[in-house]
């Protein structure tokens, strides 16, 4: 190997904490080089920050913006094999141009047009789809169809085929997640392809998922194992709604039920084990009544969010914007994340904290004394 084939390269300084420029010490980095070697104490600095440094940046991308360029897409690029999805990918202008919302999280807007479909695959990354606004479509997951409508989450575990179809006269857009960029970095992921067209074109209102699990506190008999993954494929807006709206009624009464005053949140869960409904991903619903600013918080690990309805101001790090109906966030590991409102937000979430629970890793500090301000 040459000097200049060598991808590494070790460079002398005259920084307080290096070793002192020598002739000699020139010798012994080129070696490195040409062993593929790095010292430590040239690279502790960034091996071994004080506190997590993202390469991710806050960043805020509008629904008003994103959905007429999805709309383009519709008439322009047809969903097939080869692209097999017409989603377009939130990119971290942090992360050099990849399609990845954070280190570890994959965000994209996906369109489909009036009567058609995305053919059916099956992928090792989790998966979800979450309705900001619209329906018509249904996913067909395992031959299981399901209904997506506005506010309703629906989740999907890796290797399980699943294809959409719309049944509809009006195109429809919503937003995918999944752990696309923790995978692709650690070499685990497998995609075979299926059917051209879904194996199903029945539409019911409730999936058999549903049907068996969708009843509160209630669990079939013939299904008593714990599942690494939800078994329930949609989590339905009336829930949700009625939930936060609980909330902030016992709240309002006297009774402690908010995260803290006028934020009401609730996390979906995977109903064998009251654990998050995917391995790597935490899915969230966030609301603040009208007047409300929350208390700064970090946390170790990225989070995206989308606004559901309502206007606010967010301030991660030293970002701050105005935000409304579909807007889309990114939260980068430890920056600091606070929302005040006026008139009332909603917001739905997802992270990757399970992985950095699993590790041990996880890691949140919040700041009641920092407060947005509205």
Same mark, same amino acid.
């Given at each position: 190997m040459t000097p200049t084939t060598s991808p590494v390269r070790v460079q002398a300084t005259d920084a307080a904490s290096q070793p002192e420029r020598t002739p000699q010490l020139e010798t012994l980095y080129r070696g490195f080089e040409q062993q593929l070697l790095v010292p430590l104490w040239t690279e502790i600095g960034e091996l071994m920050p004080a506190h997590p440094l993202s390469q991710a940046l806050p960043h805020r991308w509008r629904w008003k913006d994103l959905l007429p360029m999805a709309e383009q897409a519709g008439q322009l690029v047809p969903v097939g094999?080869?692209?097999?999805?017409?989603?377009?990918?939130?990119?971290?202008?942090?992360?050099?141009?990849?399609?990845?919302?954070?280190?570890?999280?994959?965000?994209?807007?996906?369109?489909?047009?009036p009567q058609e479909d995305a053919p059916v695959?099956?992928?090792?990354?989790?998966?979800?789809?979450?309705?900001?606004?619209?329906?018509?479509?249904?996913?067909?997951?395992?031959?299981?169809?399901?209904?997506?409508?506005?506010?309703?989450?629906?989740?999907?575990?890796?290797?399980?085929?699943?294809?959409?179809?719309?049944?509809?006269?009006?195109?429809?857009?919503?937003?995918?997640?999944?752990?696309?960029?923790?995978?692709h970095y650690t070499d685990a992921t497998f995609f075979e392809f299926g059917p051209d067209e879904v194996d199903t074109r029945e539409a019911p209102q409730r999936s058999r998922s549903e049907r068996l699990w969708a009843h509160p506190g209630l669990r079939p008999l013939t299904h008593l194992q714990p599942t690494p993954a939800t078994p329930l494929l949609a989590y339905r807006w009336e829930h949700t709604d009625r939930a936060l709206a609980e909330q902030l009624a016992l709240e309002a009464e006297g009774y402690p039920a908010t995260v803290e005053p006028g934020h009401a949140a609730v996390r979906y869960t995977n109903p064998t084990t009251g654990a998050d409904i995917l391995p790597?991903?935490?899915?969230?619903?966030?609301?603040?009544?009208?007047?409300?600013?929350?208390?700064?918080?970090?946390? @170790? =690990?990225? *989070?995206?969010?989308? #606004?559901?309805? &309502?206007?606010?101001? %967010?301030? @991660? =790090?030293? *970002?701050?914007?105005? #935000?409304?109906? &579909?807007?889309?966030? %990114?939260?980068?590991?430890?920056?600091?994340?606070?929302?005040?409102?006026e008139h009332g937000l909603d917001l739905f979430r997802f992270t990757d904290a399970p992985i950095f629970e699993r590790l041990h890793l996880h890691r949140s500090h919040q700041s009641p004394q920092e407060r947005a301000e509205a």
């Open positions: 094999r080869g692209g097999e999805r017409r989603a377009i990918a939130l990119a971290n202008p942090g992360l050099g141009g990849q399609p990845f919302a954070t280190p570890t999280l994959w965000a994209a807007i996906q369109y489909l047009n695959h099956r992928h090792t990354q989790n998966a979800f789809r979450f309705v900001v606004e619209g329906e018509g479509v249904w996913t067909v997951v395992n031959g299981d169809p399901v209904a997506m409508r506005r506010g309703d989450f629906l989740p999907q575990a890796g290797w399980h085929w699943h294809g959409h179809h719309n049944r509809s006269d009006r195109a429809m857009a919503w937003i995918d997640g999944l752990d696309i960029p923790f995978q790597t991903l935490r899915t969230e619903f966030h609301r603040l009544a009208p007047d409300t600013a929350t208390a700064a918080s970090r946390e @170790v =690990g990225s *989070s995206v969010f989308q #606004v559901f309805d &309502g206007t606010g101001q %967010v301030t @991660v =790090g030293d *970002s701050r914007w105005s #935000v409304e109906r &579909g807007d889309l966030f %990114v939260v980068p590991s430890w920056q600091p994340l606070a929302f005040a409102t």
